[in-house]
Each structure stands twice: as structure tokens, then as C-alpha cells.
């Protein structure tokens, strides 16, 4: 069955851009959605944006002006660029494949956002 | 932004009791809900979309329920392994959490 797993730093500095890669496995990533999930430390769920393998993307209002999602077809995979990063971006990030529902899920990573 | 909020907060309950989890909406979302799973320390579990249609793979006790701007997820019988945090979402406008309802054991 297809599965997701997300990598990339775990420690980024106030300011700086946040990268994560998604990598799926057992499925091609070709003809489905795509997307990334935050969860803060403690809190709820916050959908930060999805792909679709063409590339085009919907990104969260709250989220637009910072973020870009990517898709590499030949790599299977999909990735996430979230730039002027804060200690509110901490959070630990999902990937997960839909663009209305969600699944399954990568497990996660924890990224934190601190000098 | 439609805001989605669950309750109660926190349901105490037993092995082998009823769970009725409540999601309320601020508008309208139709039957563009789903419900969520999520156990310590893992990744979400899609459980229900579109208001009551259950997961593949997920056990008939879980059951959805509602439309328009009230929406229950309904456990049976809780086994040792529902007791989580459950998160119910809307697609109706744009992509939207509700705050979660952690069902503990009693």
C-alpha cells in the first residue's frame, strides 16, 4: 500500500525558509492530490496547501503569501517551501495524499523554529 | 473561514460504552465532513467522509451522522484501541479542522 515519508531539517532559524520533502512509496504519485498538514505542539490540525501531480496548487488564505508545494514526478515525490519562518511555525508537519480528504499520512516530522 | 467546533472537549468513558462526539459548523458545509483519529504520538487516521461514509478498512462501530451544520461521530462500543483524539474536518470552503475531542478512559 502507498506510503509517505516526510525529511528535512529539524531546527531552522527565525527568518529563514522551511523545506520538506514528502517521498511516496508503493503508488505513483502521478493523478492524485497532495498535501502538507501542521500540527503545533499540543494543538489542532491546520491544512497548509496541495498539489496535484500537474502542479497546479491551492494554498490556505492564512498561508499563501509564504508558501510553495512542488511536485517531482520522475522522483515521486512532492515538496514544501515555507519562507519568514517564526516560532509559530513550529509545529510538527504532515504530508498526506488528497486535496479534500486525507489519506494516508506520512508519520511526521517535528520542525522547529528557533536561533 | 468556517469554523468548526467539537464537543465536548475531553468524554470519559469505559471499555465496552458508547461514545457521541459532536461537530458543529458556523455555516452550512452540506455533508462535506469528515472525521479523524489520531492516537498518541501517530499521524492521523481518516475514519468517515462525507458525513457517514466510513473509511476503507475502518470497523463498522464507527459510525457518522449529520448534515448542513451539525455532525456526530458515533463509537458503539469503545475498544482499548479508541481512545484518541478525534479531529473532524470540512472541504465545503477552503480546508478547516475542528479543535478535536480527546476521548480518555474512565
Known amino acids: 500500500q502507498v506510503q509517505l515519508q516526510e525529511s528535512g531539517p529539524g531546527l531552522v532559524r527565525p527568518s529563514e525558509t522551511l523545506s520538506l520533502t514528502c517521498t511516496v512509496s508503493g503508488d505513483s504519485i502521478n493523478n492524485y492530490y497532495w498535501s502538507w498538514v501542521r500540527q503545533p505542539p499540543g494543538k489542532g490540525l491546520e491544512w497548509i496547501g496541495y498539489?496535484?501531480?500537474?502542479?497546479?496548487?491551492n494554498y490556505n488564505p492564512s498561508l499563501k503569501s509564504r508558501v510553495a508545494i512542488s511536485v517531482d514526478t520522475s522522483k515521486n515525490h512532492f515538496s514544501l517551501r515555507l519562507s519568514s519562518v517564526t516560532a509559530a511555525d513550529t509545529a510538527v508537519y504532515f504530508c498526506?495524499?488528497?486535496?479534500?480528504?486525507?489519506?494516508?499520512w506520512g508519520q511526521g516530522t517535528l520542525v522547529t523554529v528557533s536561533s | 473561514e468556517i469554523v468548526l467546533t467539537q464537543s465536548p472537549v475531553t468524554l470519559s468513558l469505559s471499555p465496552g460504552e458508547r461514545a457521541t462526539l459532536s461537530c458543529r459548523a458556523s455555516q452550512s458545509v452540506s455533508s462535506f465532513l469528515a472525521w479523524y483519529q489520531q492516537r498518541p504520538g501517530q499521524a492521523p487516521r481518516l475514519l468517515i467522509y462525507d458525513a457517514s461514509n466510513r473509511a476503507t478498512g475502518v470497523p463498522a462501530r464507527f459510525s457518522g451522522s449529520g448534515s448542513g451544520t451539525d455532525f456526530t461521530l458515533t463509537i458503539s462500543s469503545l475498544e482499548p484501541e479508541d481512545f484518541a483524539v478525534y479531529y473532524c474536518q470540512q472541504r465545503s470552503n477552503w480546508l478547516t479542522f475542528g479543535g478535536g475531542t480527546k476521548v480518555e478512559i474512565k
Open positions: 498539489i496535484f501531480s500537474t502542479g497546479s496548487t
Open positions: 498526506t495524499r488528497g486535496g479534500i480528504w486525507f489519506d494516508p
